[in-house]
């Protein structure tokens, strides 16, 4: 256990307390001998008719934590206790969580296993391994939160609805309501886990009461903090059940007379998480809620709900990317889908239990999996990230914007194991992108500088604000971005973003040779839709070509083919190839068999140095 990262239910707090654009925080991390210290009022949302209120508290909200019982409550009184001094501020008349002016925004939610939902498993990245496309890799245990207008009347997910976490939208200052259904089937789920030493043979299963928490914004968490805690009445729904939350995106501030009012604020990221702390997220329960200026608009990608066009009240728009991190991943296997006799199977012929436990947004891209050779370190790794290596893009998110695009990455670790660093080639962006009191997202005259996020752990949340795509020099191409902690990298968690030159989407070839020009668009940065063609111009012919709408791709086979080639999407976008792809890097070679030197005799320094029994005592 690294980093610990606090976090306490029901509250936020300013990033530094005595600075107003600092930015509100739920989550704080933490290290060896630092010290952190937060001020806030009991919030007043609470039914006073219940005696007490229960606020959960992790000083260690990772996995690792909560399973070692780092974790506690803090218990608020309705009446003033005999044993407990009065606090000055002390008022117990209820404040309603959302003022009555305020927007409303509905949304009906429910969990269901993957399985059912998708009559098969979550695939996590289906291009296949280099050398043996039948290895994907994929988890059949998945649970999912998913809208419930998504699901067909038989539970099933209906065509071209993005398989990826759940993502929210509303703005600041709406009333948010949430109706979570529980429609998981009624047997064991994800039997079996054992914890690790110390508690070696304890066995956990996945709850199958299901909640939904929500970091930072307003609650009661009485009735509306997702989990069960304490004292607190219950607020999980059992299988065929439903519960409802209200949430308030802003804060409501109070005066010692008694008096208060409801402040909007733009959150940005807010960590989604179930209520099973420890055997849920590591399925895949978890999302975001992003919390957007006051009044905006959006439009969604048509192939995924992590990019969007968000339009403020003004007119100015900006590119979102949402970003979430799983670094704990459970069950995922890696082998082929099918059983013997070709049909989907959840105990397929040839699989295995992978390594990997990264990921992004349920899509992961680790690197051994880009080689053939199982001594794939022993190769050149220049080309490891480059498209090249396996004549495609990366299975994780590639996000598409404009160059001189206005870009806000949206960074979210709901739950988690370890502390992460997330890094954005070619671009730096503010700590603090916090104004008029850390109400708004924008820019900050005091705030440093970045160009790593750090301190990205078990429950936080950030925002990457870009001024515009492509750098200060708004130069198009793919920018990586990845977490710098190595084995988490190298496991899989990284993706690429991709600036364009012009307002079109963008075109990229991917495999060119005698026989195939393949590649893959993007949707156009703007409108978030994706063109169904594109013309592959070769030879002095033009053939139209479909494009898959939701992963981009599209493929050209023919005979003889010879550079150059040009590709015109059905939007405006297009590219050319000279020259025939490259291809993945060979095989390391065999290590050549050389002859053992012969041993070296030690001087009569290091004797006495290395040997005790050749020193001489006088």
């Given at each position: 256990?690294?980093?610990?990262?606090?976090?306490?239910?029901?509250?936020?707090?300013?990033?530094?307390?005595?600075?107003?654009?600092?930015?509100?925080?739920?989550?704080?991390?933490?290290?060896?001998?630092?010290?952190?210290?937060?001020?806030?009022?009991?919030?007043?949302?609470?039914?006073?008719?219940?005696?007490?209120?229960?606020?959960?508290?992790?000083?260690?909200?990772?996995?690792?934590?909560?399973?070692?019982?780092?974790?506690?409550?803090?218990?608020?009184?309705?009446?003033?206790?005999?044993?407990?001094?009065?606090?000055?501020?002390?008022?117990?008349?209820?404040?309603?969580?959302?003022?009555?002016?305020?927007?409303?925004?509905?949304?009906?939610?429910?969990?269901?296993?993957?399985?059912?939902?998708?009559?098969?498993?979550?695939?996590?990245?289906?291009?296949?391994?280099?050398?043996?496309?039948?290895?994907?890799?994929?988890?059949?245990?998945?649970?999912?939160?998913?809208?419930?207008?998504?699901?067909?009347?038989?539970?099933?997910?209906?065509?071209?609805?993005?398989?990826?976490?759940?993502?929210?939208?509303?703005?600041?200052?709406?009333?948010?309501?949430?109706?979570?259904?529980?429609?998981?089937?009624?047997?064991p789920l994800n039997t079996g886990t054992t914890l690790p030493a110390p508690y070696a043979g304890i066995q956990?299963?996945?709850?199958?009461?299901?909640?939904?928490?929500?970091?930072?914004?307003?609650?009661?968490?009485?009735?509306?903090?997702?989990?069960?805690?304490?004292?607190?009445?219950?607020?999980?729904?059992?299988?065929?059940?439903?519960?409802?939350?209200?949430?308030?995106?802003?804060?409501?501030?109070?005066?010692?007379?008694?008096?208060?009012?409801?402040?909007?604020?733009?959150?940005?990221?807010?960590?989604?998480?179930?209520?099973?702390?420890?055997?849920?997220?590591?399925?895949?329960?978890?999302?975001?809620?992003?919390?957007?200026?006051?009044?905006?608009?959006?439009?969604?990608?048509?192939?995924?709900?992590?990019?969007?066009?968000?339009?403020?009240?003004?007119?100015?728009?900006?590119?979102?990317?949402?970003?979430?991190?799983?670094?704990?991943?459970?069950?995922?296997?890696?082998?082929?889908?099918?059983?013997?006799?070709?049909?989907?199977?959840?105990?397929?012929?040839?699989?295995?239990?992978?390594?990997?436990?990264?990921?992004?947004?349920?899509?992961?891209?680790?690197?051994?999996?880009?080689?053939?050779a199982p001594n794939w370190l022993l190769s050149s790794i220049t080309q490891a990230l480059s498209n090249s290596?396996?004549?495609?893009?990366?299975?994780?998110?590639?996000?598409?914007?404009?160059?001189?695009?206005?870009?806000?990455?949206?960074?979210?670790?709901?739950?988690?194991?370890?502390?992460?660093?997330?890094?954005?080639?070619?671009?730096?962006?503010?700590?603090?992108?916090?104004?008029?009191?850390?109400?708004?997202?924008?820019?900050?005259?005091?705030?440093?500088?970045?160009?790593?996020?750090?301190?990205?752990?078990?429950?936080?949340?950030?925002?990457?604000?870009?001024?515009?795509?492509?750098?200060?020099?708004?130069?198009?191409?793919?920018?990586?971005?990845?977490?710098?902690?190595?084995?988490?990298?190298?496991?899989?968690?990284?993706?690429?973003?991709?600036?364009?030159?012009?307002?079109?989407?963008?075109?990229?070839?991917?495999?060119?040779?005698?026989?195939?020009?393949?590649?893959?668009?993007?949707?156009?940065?703007?409108?978030?839709?994706?063109?169904?063609?594109?013309?592959?111009?070769?030879?002095?012919?033009?053939?139209?070509?479909?494009?898959?709408?939701?992963?981009?791709?599209?493929?050209?086979?023919?005979?003889?083919?010879?550079?150059?080639?040009?590709?015109?999407?059905?939007?405006?976008?297009?590219?050319?190839?000279?020259?025939?792809?490259?291809?993945?890097?060979?095989?390391?070679?065999?290590?050549?068999?050389?002859?053992?030197?012969?041993?070296?005799?030690?001087?009569?320094?290091?004797?006495?140095?290395?040997?005790?029994?050749?020193?001489?005592v006088p």
């Amino acid at each position: 256990m690294a980093a610990h990262f606090f976090t306490m239910h029901g509250l936020n707090w300013l990033f530094e307390p005595a600075n107003t654009n600092s930015g509100y925080r739920s989550t704080q991390g933490m290290g060896i001998s630092e010290y952190y210290t937060f001020g806030f009022d009991a919030p007043r949302t609470v039914d006073p008719k219940r005696k007490a209120t229960d606020y959960l508290y992790s000083p260690s909200s990772g996995t690792q934590g909560i399973e070692n019982g780092n974790w506690g409550i803090l218990r608020t009184y309705s009446e003033p206790q005999e044993d407990l001094p009065k606090l000055p501020s002390a008022n117990p008349d209820q404040v309603p969580v959302c003022p009555q002016d305020a927007p409303t925004r509905s949304y009906r939610v429910a969990v269901v296993q993957a399985a059912r939902a998708l009559q098969a498993p979550v695939i996590y990245n289906d291009r296949g391994q280099a050398g043996d496309s039948e290895k994907t890799i994929w988890d059949w245990n998945a649970l999912m939160y998913v809208l419930q207008n998504d699901l067909d009347a038989n539970g099933k997910l209906k065509p071209n609805v993005p398989i990826e976490p759940l993502i929210l939208r509303a703005n600041a200052g709406d009333c948010i309501q949430i109706t979570l259904n529980n429609r998981l089937p009624n047997e064991p789920l994800n039997t079996g886990t054992t914890l690790p030493a110390p508690y070696a043979g304890i066995q956990l299963d996945t709850s199958k009461q299901v909640g939904l928490h929500a970091q930072l914004i307003t609650a009661d968490v009485g009735t509306s903090d997702g989990v069960n805690v304490g004292v607190n009445p219950v607020q999980t729904a059992g299988i065929g059940k439903s519960v409802q939350y209200t949430w308030y995106a802003g804060n409501i501030e109070y005066a010692d007379d008694s008096g208060f009012q409801h402040v909007p604020i733009e959150f940005g990221s807010v960590p989604l998480t179930p209520a099973d702390p420890l055997m849920q997220h590591i399925f895949g329960l978890l999302g975001a809620l992003i919390i957007e200026p006051q009044e905006s608009t959006w439009q969604v990608d048509v192939n995924s709900r992590a990019s969007a066009l968000i339009t403020k009240q003004g007119g100015e728009s900006f590119r979102e990317f949402v970003i979430i991190l799983q670094d704990d991943v459970s069950s995922l296997k890696l082998g082929e889908l099918k059983d013997q006799n070709g049909k989907l199977s959840p105990s397929p012929g040839d699989f295995e239990q992978s390594s990997w436990s990264q990921a992004i947004n349920y899509r992961t891209e680790p690197l051994e999996f880009r080689y053939a050779a199982p001594n794939w370190l022993l190769s050149s790794i220049t080309q490891a990230l480059s498209n090249s290596q396996v004549l495609a893009d990366p299975q994780t998110p590639v996000f598409a914007a404009t160059a001189k695009q206005a870009v806000r990455m949206r960074l979210l670790h709901p739950a988690g194991l370890a502390d992460q660093n997330l890094t954005l080639h070619g671009h730096v962006w503010q700590e603090e992108p916090y104004t008029n009191d850390s109400t708004e997202i924008g820019y900050n005259d005091l705030s440093q500088w970045l160009g790593t996020r750090v301190s990205f752990g078990p429950n936080t949340s950030f925002e990457v604000v870009l001024a515009k795509a492509g750098g200060q020099g708004e130069v198009p191409g793919d920018y990586l971005y990845r977490t710098f902690v190595g084995t988490d990298f190298q496991n899989g968690m990284w993706g690429i973003m991709r600036v364009g030159a012009s307002n079109t989407d963008i075109v990229t070839v991917t495999e060119f040779t005698a026989t195939t020009v393949a590649g893959v668009n993007t949707v156009n940065p703007n409108t978030g839709q994706m063109a169904k063609s594109v013309t592959v111009s070769i030879g002095g012919t033009d053939q139209q070509v479909p494009v898959d709408m939701m992963t981009g791709t599209w493929k050209f086979s023919g005979t003889g083919l010879l550079p150059p080639v040009r590709v015109t999407s059905a939007l405006g976008g297009q590219t050319t190839a000279e020259a025939f792809t490259t291809g993945p890097m060979p095989p390391p070679a065999p290590p050549v068999a050389r002859a053992a030197p012969p041993p070296r005799l030690m001087s009569q320094e290091e004797q006495f140095r290395f040997k005790p029994e050749a020193r001489k005592v006088p």
